[in-house]
C-alpha cells in the first residue's frame, strides 16, 4: 500500500479491504495510460534496489518487455536510468542461451596474476597509464577504498577498450551492438558509453560473456562518481561489490589480451 500511496493514492488498511492481489490490480487499472505507470515501472525496476544482482534485474526487464513489445514499447535501462522507447514496429528480443554460464562465486574464483596491458597493442604511454593504474586500484581494494575500486576500475576499462577500438575502428563501427545516432550513424568512440565498448567486445568475441555480464556491476555503478546520485539511490559500496568490480577489470584484459589479434579474421 505504502509503494501506491507514493504514486499518488491515499489509502490505509481498514476493515473490508481487498486482498492485495485485488488491490494491486485495481491499483494497475487506476493509472494505467496516466504518467504514474511510468513511474510505478520505473519504481520497480529501480537499478538501486538490484546492488549486486544487475543481471537479474535485466532479466526482469527482458521478460517484461516481451509484453510490452505488442503495444510497441521498450523499456531500456542505461546504467542506472530506466527509460522507455516507442518502436516502429513489434520487436520481440529473445534472451541468447549460453552453456556453461559461470555462477558469480565462480567468476570471482579466476585467478589472474601479472595482469599487463601490454599485450593489447596500444601505445606505449597509454599502456604505462593503464598499468599503473590497475596497480592503484589494487592499493584501494586493499586499503579497503571500495568507492575509488569501482570509479577507477570502470574508467581503466573504458581506457582499455578505447585504445583497442581506435587501433581496430572497422570491427567496432561495423559491430550490431555499436551505438548510433537518432540518424543511424555509428557514433563515433569519444561518444560511446563503457555499456556500449563492453557489448561490442563481446560481440566480436575478444571478451566472454561471463565478463560481460558481471560487468554490469562495474558499468553502472562507476556513475555514482557523482555525489547526488549516490546519494538519491543509497548507494553503499561493499567490499564484494568492488571486489566484483576489480575482477571484471583483469578479466577483460586478460581475456583482450588474448584475443585481440583475431580482431577481424
Request: with cysteine.
Given at each position: 500500500m505504502q509503494f501506491f500511496n507514493h504514486l499518488g493514492f491515499n489509502d490505509s488498511y481498514r476493515q473490508g479491504f481487498p486482498s492485495r492481489w485485488i488491490y494491486t490490480d485495481q491499483c494497475l487499472e487506476a493509472i494505467n495510460g496516466s504518467p504514474e505507470l511510468d513511474k510505478c515501472i520505473r519504481a520497480v525496476l529501480n537499478p538501486a534496489d538490484f546492488i549486486?544482482?544487475?543481471?537479474?534485474?535485466?532479466?526482469?526487464?527482458?521478460?517484461?518487455?516481451?509484453?510490452?513489445?505488442?503495444?510497441?514499447?521498450?523499456?531500456?535501462?542505461?546504467?542506472?536510468?530506466?527509460?522507455?522507447r516507442r518502436l516502429e514496429k513489434v520487436e520481440i528480443d529473445e534472451a541468447p542461451s549460453y552453456e556453461?554460464?559461470?555462477?558469480?562465486?565462480?567468476?570471482?574464483?579466476?585467478?589472474?596474476?601479472?595482469?599487463?596491458v601490454s599485450a593489447l597493442g596500444l601505445e606505449g604511454s597509454v599502456s604505462e597509464i593503464l598499468d599503473q593504474?590497475?596497480?592503484?586500484?589494487?592499493?584501494?581494494?586493499?586499503?579497503?577504498?571500495?568507492?575509488a575500486v569501482i570509479l577507477m576500475a570502470g574508467s581503466t576499462l573504458e581506457g582499455a577498450l578505447l585504445g583497442v577500438a581506435n587501433n581496430h575502428p572497422r570491427s567496432f563501427n561495423s559491430a550490431k551492438a555499436s551505438p548510433k545516432d537518432g540518424a543511424g550513424k555509428v557514433k563515433q568512440f569519444h561518444e560511446w558509453t563503457l555499456s556500449a565498448f563492453i557489448d561490442v567486445a563481446q560481440e566480436l568475441r575478444i571478451v566472454q560473456h561471463d565478463t560481460q555480464k558481471f560487468s554490469h556491476t562495474l558499468r553502472d555503478f562507476r556513475n555514482y562518481i557523482h555525489p547526488f546520485q549516490q546519494m538519491s539511490s543509497g548507494f553503499s559500496p561493499t567490499d564484494h561489490t568492488a571486489k566484483l568490480c576489480l575482477q571484471v577489470l583483469k578479466a577483460a584484459i586478460h581475456e583482450l589480451g588474448q584475443n585481440v589479434g583475431k580482431i577481424g579474421t
Open positions: 549486486g544482482k544487475v543481471p537479474e534485474l535485466d532479466a526482469h526487464i527482458a521478460s517484461f518487455n516481451q509484453y510490452l513489445a505488442f503495444d510497441k514499447w521498450k523499456i531500456v535501462r542505461n546504467g542506472a536510468e530506466i527509460n522507455f556453461n554460464s559461470e555462477t558469480e562465486d565462480e567468476f570471482l574464483r579466476r585467478e589472474f596474476t601479472n595482469v599487463s593504474r590497475i596497480k592503484e586500484i589494487e592499493k584501494c581494494f586493499f586499503g579497503k577504498a571500495y568507492l
